[in-house]
Nanobody
Framework: QVQLVESGGGLVQAGGSLRLSCAAS????????MGWFRQAPGEERDFVAA????????LYADSVKGRFTISRDNAKNTVYLQIDSLKPEDTAVYYC???????????????WGQGTQVTVSS
């Protein structure tokens, strides 16, 4: 069974930065793409970023391009999301997810973490 555990969320002022982490259990971590999603109160869960299994390809939602950076350390079974220039509209619960294949996509994920709260004050 695959378990994903996010960490690194918190309360930060607008313009600040955070780095979210997601530690994964299970085998063959590098065989699977990893993604980050977020869900604001009253909203649907939205795609944020994805990275391919070996980390060669990244994919970003238009709303976060240039401010968010996804990366992974396959030796540590961990994926990261660096968030810079935070805005109040980035406030949401952030979830990591494991892809069904090694290809980075916006919607092909089968395991999800419990989420970590990011709150940005203005």
């Amino acid at each position: 069974q695959v378990q994903l555990v996010e960490s690194g969320g918190g309360l930060v002022q607008a313009g600040g930065s955070l780095r979210l982490s997601c530690a994964a259990s299970g085998r063959a971590f590098s065989n699977y793409a990893m993604g980050w999603f977020r869900q604001a109160p009253g909203e649907e869960r939205d795609f944020v970023a994805a990275i391919s299994g070996i980390g060669s390809d990244g994919l970003y939602a238009d709303s976060v391009k240039g401010r968010f950076t996804i990366s992974r350390d396959n030796a540590k079974n961990t994926v990261y999301l660096q968030i810079d220039s935070l805005k109040p509209e980035d406030t949401a619960v952030y979830y990591c997810a494991r892809g069904r294949t090694s290809r980075a996509t916006t919607n092909e994920y089968d395991y999800w973490g419990q989420g970590t709260q990011v709150t940005v004050s203005s």
